[in-house]
């Protein structure tokens, strides 16, 4: 009997759908157009590595409310965004009525084979993912199914948490005052983790005061990439960003960890096999 790989976790499927989809009004209000985590650290680092050109054809894979998808049609690309959770599209469709046939929003799962039947082989010339493959229980069928709808020469971009140092597995967040001899105060924040290499199921919120817990499946960097490689992609851009110059409300908000990031985004571009 073949065994699902360690890092597949397919009987939170439904889970994650039902999740999203029950907290897709309450993420709609508190996202609005990107709040100052997506549009500090997320958009800017997507946006760079997607390096878009008019005209060309870009997915944007567990789209939500359509907030990221909105903000790259602006480079004159046509878009296509997907979600698994149908009141996220709803809430997609609603906001973007005036962009017109420059968008469309579907309900679909971009882990389903099905999904290359409705949107085409090799149609895209860009693919995004914004933090969402680490809400994702498998990653392989999504590798494929990237491979297949990305034209030759195409680029795949993600973001995720970042797994070595924002899984809140076995994650804590300090400061230490120290009082230096000529009489300064320095702060010094530090990121603790006793959870990496082994890929592990939990549940946690994205944003505070959620209706439902969601999943999230951390997998360390190797295994996130390797996935991908398997599927004849390379790695071609890897941003960290970090905060600076904002004002947090608390202590140990991201805001304040400067030398610490706690996003990860990688541009990989499928290889042109040539047939």
Not at 138 to 157: I, M, T
Not at 171 to 189: A, K, N
Not at 195 to 214: C, F, N, R
């Amino acid at each position: 009997m073949q065994q699902e790989p360690a890092h597949e976790f397919p009987q939170f499927n439904d889970d994650v759908r039902e999740a999203w989809n029950t907290n897709a009004d309450f993420w709609n209000e508190r996202m609005g157009e990107g709040n100052s985590f997506h549009n500090s650290l997320v958009r800017p680092s997507q946006e760079s590595l997607l390096d878009l050109r008019p005209g060309e054809q870009l997915l944007d894979i567990a789209c939500g409310n359509g907030h990221f998808a909105r903000q790259m049609a602006e480079h004159g690309v046509q878009v296509t965004g997907i979600d698994i959770a149908p009141r996220q599209i709803e809430n997609a469709i609603a906001a973007s009525s005036s962009y017109g046939d420059q968008m469309r929003f579907l309900v679909a799962d971009a882990t389903d084979k099905q999904l290359l039947s409705q949107l085409g082989a090799h149609f895209f010339d860009a693919i995004s993912c914004g933090m969402a493959i680490m809400d994702m229980a498998e990653v392989e069928p999504l590798a494929e199914s990237v491979a297949a709808l990305l034209k030759p020469g195409g680029r795949f971009v993600f973001t995720v948490m970042h797994p070595a140092f924002n899984s809140p597995n076995h994650l804590s967040r300090s400061v230490e005052r120290v009082e230096m001899e000529d009489g300064r105060i320095v702060d010094t924040y530090a990121v603790k983790i006793s959870h990496y290499i082994k890929p592990t199921a939990y549940e946690g919120v994205a944003i505070i005061g959620q209706p439902v817990l969601q999943r999230y499946f951390h997998r360390p960097i190797s295994v996130l990439l390797n996935v991908f490689f398997n599927q004849g992609f390379v790695a071609d851009g890897i941003e960290e960003p970090v905060f600076g110059g904002t004002d947090p409300r608390h202590a140990l908000d991201w805001d304040n960890f400067h030398e610490i990031p706690p996003v990860l985004a990688v541009r990989l571009r499928l290889m042109d096999s040539g047939q």
